[in-house]
């Protein structure tokens, strides 16, 4: 049987349609990437005006060298007794267990009251050559009590006196956690300080403050101990009272420098 041919089938009005959709297609991505061309030119020609702006060198703002000031008032909240325990003899041997035994009994003295601490510190010995006399020799070392007031140590202070210490001073001071800590307020108010006379003094000028180009901090020392004079020993039989001290209050410093760029 002959086969039957005839001409291939075609779809011309589907074939019309994907080629319209390919060309709309190439259409939508060539009009992306003449925006993207568009804003790429834009950005190029803003971003150096941009750094231009940025990088203004500091010369051509106004300098201004200012300081500020800050300080902050607190009760001192520790008392330091300073004690030294003495002692002269024949020999070094006796002298030092002199020395030995008021410390030792110090020490012990000052843990049975509340809130003191002791700390037992520098120790000497030496002997001693006097032209006109025999040769002796001295033993000493150093002990402080340390306590948040006075309720307690005072009174121990006195107690210890009686038993032979040489009290050196007795002195109010800021512990050093508080140190820190009212340091730290001083200098935010020295800042603050700082901020006021560099916006003052910048508008007396007609300008105003763009930053401040560099701020270093100082501190005005924290304030010193209130000191007693040394007091002598005195013997188991003195009824003397023992001694007192007012814990006046104590002010903390603080400076703050910086330089300053102005401009119109």
Known sequence: ??????????YPAAARHRQS??????????????SLSALALALTAVTPALALAQSKPEDSYTRLEVSGSGSVKAAPDQLI???RAESRDKTAAAAQK?????????????AKTAGVKAAVLQ??????R?????ASWTASQALTFTAPDGSGLLPLTGALQGEGLMLEDLSWSLS????????LEAEKNAVEDLKKQADTLAASLGLHVVRFATVSMSSGGFPRPVMMMAMAARGPADSAPPPSSTAEVQTVRATANATVLLAP
Do not use: C, W
Not at 176 to 183: D, G, H, S, T, Y
């Open 1 to 10: 049987m002959p086969s039957r041919t005839g001409p291939p089938r075609t």
């Open 176 to 183: 050093p956690e508080n140190q820190k800590k009212l340091m």
């Open 98 to 110: 002199a020395v030995n035994t008021l410390v030792h009994n110090a020490v012990e003295q000052s």
């Open 81 to 83: 007794a300073r004690f």
């Open 130 to 134: 006097p032209d006109k006399a025999p």
């Open 123 to 128: 120790y000497s010995v030496s002997e001693n």
């Open 21 to 34: 959709e390919k060309d709309n297609a190439l259409m939508r991505l060539s009009s992306r990437i003449t």
